[in-house]
């Protein structure tokens, strides 16, 4: 095995939120920066037509679509149990150095290559920080599978320390995961005119991001408040669908689109309950927005002192903390231009040069293994 031995690698990735920007960045990072032809594998749904429209426009990419419904689904196990022959035969088919998979159903795969498991978020973390309690019986069997996965897998990543933490629950102890942070291109992002709007997004159906806290509070704001995202969940999904009622809703926004929506809001909002990460956040800081956010560890650990943190519970917390900075135009800027310096750590660039040194690394150990 010998320095840059990475050549190809084949990623997984769902179609829903986050996972899907996450891979296509990393993907074309890879590609541009290193060389690295990556195979993406859909699951959780085919993907839409701006989707494969990002996709095309990576250099080095391949779309591999599959429409298996992830375990997190309603009923998702005879599709796993089908998702895994799937990626066995594209390993067989592609002959990746690295698999990457960034959900947990194929983490049992016999695969030959060296493979890497990227926990962005779980079911039973979830549970805990939105609902109060430990996830219902229902939920055994993905707990089993979850844990199955990771004692299956060359390398465990995670987004931030807290996420990492929250691999207890699965019998993960500490020092088990890597914290390899996500990251975004800031050239791609910019600073418009700001208008006064407050601006939150994402997956609205989802409780964890909390967006129906904004929107219920926002007819009393003496600023408009948009949303943009979709409010009804995604087939196969056991949510539910919330209403937006005090929001002023853009609907799916496109790439482009979103970041003009970022480039001109004065404030974002995201008073999360649970948020691993949030690219949504992210992209906002990089355009010079004014950050109110949840005060969960994970957004603290992220963001440290360049955001106001609001109780996700507290609706009149929230509304005052809006109104705070709408009020304060020079308490408004300071706050933008910190997020934004902040923001500047979290590069696209960076995230993929970890990962390629990961990468390196884990195909030397498997090759050193087999040898």
Not at 190 to 201: H, S
Request: glycine share 8%; aromatic share 10%.
């Amino acid at each position: 095995m010998v320095e840059d031995s990475v050549h190809r690698v084949l990623m997984t990735t769902d179609t829903v939120g986050g996972v899907w920007t996450f891979a296509l960045d990393l993907a074309g990072c890879l590609a541009r920066e290193h060389g690295v032809e990556v195979l993406l594998a859909t699951l959780g749904g085919l993907p839409s037509e701006g989707q494969r429209a990002e996709a095309a426009r990576n250099p080095g990419l391949r779309i591999a679509a599959g429409e298996y419904r992830l375990e997190w689904m309603e009923d998702p196990w005879l599709d796993v149990a089908q998702s895994r022959e799937w990626l066995l035969r594209l390993e067989r088919e592609f002959r990746p150095d690295v698999i990457h998979l960034n959900s947990y159903g194929q983490g049992v795969c016999p695969f030959q290559a060296a493979t890497v498991l990227t926990a962005h978020s779980c079911v039973l973390s979830w549970w805990l920080a939105v609902k109060g309690e430990a996830a219902p019986a229902r939920w055994n069997r993905y707990r089993e599978e979850v844990k199955a996965a990771f004692r299956g897998v060359d390398v465990v990543t995670v987004p931030s320390h807290a996420m990492g933490r929250s691999l207890s629950l699965y019998d993960v102890p500490d020092g088990a995961w890597q914290v390899i942070p996500n990251g975004r291109p800031a050239g791609a992002y910019r600073r418009g005119e700001k208008e006064p709007f407050v601006f939150t997004a994402g997956r609205l159906w989802d409780e964890a991001k909390n967006t129906a806290g904004v929107a219920r509070i926002a007819g009393s704001l003496s600023w408009p408040v948009y949303a943009a995202g979709e409010s009804r969940p995604p087939a196969g999904s056991t949510s539910d669908p919330v209403e937006f009622g005090g929001c002023r809703m853009t609907g799916w926004l496109s790439a482009s689109e979103m970041r003009d929506w970022y480039a001109r809001a004065a404030i974002y909002a995201l008073p999360a309950r649970y948020e691993p990460f949030g690219l949504s956040v992210l992209e906002a800081a990089l355009s010079g927005c004014a950050l109110v956010l949840g005060d969960i560890e994970s957004l603290r650990e992220i963001w440290g002192d360049s955001a106001v943190f609001v109780d996700p519970a507290d609706a009149g917390a929230l509304r005052e903390a809006l109104e705070s900075l709408i009020a304060d135009p020079a308490r408004r800027e300071e706050y933008a231009r910190c997020g934004y310096e902040r923001a500047l750590q979290y590069d696209s660039s960076r995230t993929a040069a970890q990962y390629f040194r990961l990468y390196e690394n884990a195909a030397m150990r498997k090759f050193a293994c087999v040898s």
